[in-house]
């Protein structure tokens, strides 16, 4: 594991966190992210004052760019049960959802892949105006593995959730928050205020209104932990099959995975 950490933490206040991600040039996910979000998720369930936390990126391009392609399948296969018996990652997506503290997610540049998943995750959404989310995963021969399909089918109804994840295209801001993908798009230069403004004016509730609202909602919209497993399952099964080697291969090509090239414009090129 890198001695690198990717969630850099700031407590505003013993009630507001804000969480800011950064890792590599496109903020890839890999599985020191894996392992580094499953400590993370573990602190925020125990502080006892923690009432929000606000996730951002440190590259205004890319939030969450996608997982590694190019990471270790062995380590990622070798990695131990989380709390929920899942594999870590579908056990930290689904843990993240259920910490009693609100998450919002200030989505600036592209959140795909294993990026839309963990935005998903989080509580409330809203987005700057270059803002892109997508689940491009089909486009490379695989299933989504994060479970989009259960999040977005609940979020944004059968046919769009299908929409989404079968076009396997980018859905930029003012789009994803018409379909209720994100709550709302903020103007140029306007996101990391209002949702500080918004964080702090829950951060300023009483906790414990705040946590039981929140799980009240939770009490009716939860998501089976099989569905989480199920979806893995599926990723791990239909991911990196040679029938779809050189779909991969022509995007790297192209660039993937570099700040430049496909990964602007990933939901048109997966497509090509």
């Known amino acids: 594991m890198s001695d690198e950490l990717q969630f850099q933490v700031s407590e505003v206040t013993p009630s507001y966190w804000q969480v800011t991600f950064s890792n590599g040039p496109v903020n890839l996910i890999d599985v020191d992210t894996i392992e580094q979000l499953s400590a993370l998720v573990d602190r925020i369930e ?3 004052d923690l009432t929000v936390v606000v996730f951002r990126s440190a590259n205004p391009d890319f939030f969450m760019a996608h997982f590694d392609f190019l990471a270790d399948g062995a380590r ?3 990695m131990k049960p989380g709390p929920t018996g899942l594999h870590p ?4 997506l689904i ?9 919002i997610s200030a989505i600036e540049g592209r959140a795909r892949g294993a990026g839309s998943e963990f935005v998903l995750a989080t509580d409330i959404r809203f987005a700057g105006p270059r803002a892109v989310l997508g689940q491009f995963e089909v486009g490379v021969g695989a299933v989504p593995g994060g479970n989009p399909s259960g999040r977005l089918g609940r979020l944004v109804g059968r046919g769009r959730a299908l929409e989404i994840l079968l076009g396997a295209d980018d859905f930029p801001a003012q789009l994803a928050a018409e379909y209720g993908y994100v709550n709302r798009v903020l103007p140029e230069g306007e996101l990391d205020s209002f949702v500080d403004a918004f964080a702090r004016r829950i951060a300023g509730f009483d906790k414990v209104a705040v946590a039981e609202t929140k799980a009240l909602v939770d009490g009716s919209t939860r998501i089976p932990d099989e569905e989480f497993g199920a979806a893995l399952s599926a990723y791990f099964r239909t991911a990196g099959r040679p029938e779809n080697e050189h779909r991969v291969k022509r995007l790297f090509e192209g660039g993937l995975q570099q700040p430049d090239g496909v990964e602007l414009d990933l939901g048109k090129r997966v497509a090509e």
């Open 76 to 78: 990622i296969a070798a």
């Open 95 to 103: 843990r993240l959802g259920r910490v009693p503290a609100v998450t």
């Open 89 to 92: 990652y579908a056990d930290n």
């Open 46 to 48: 125990q502080a006892p």
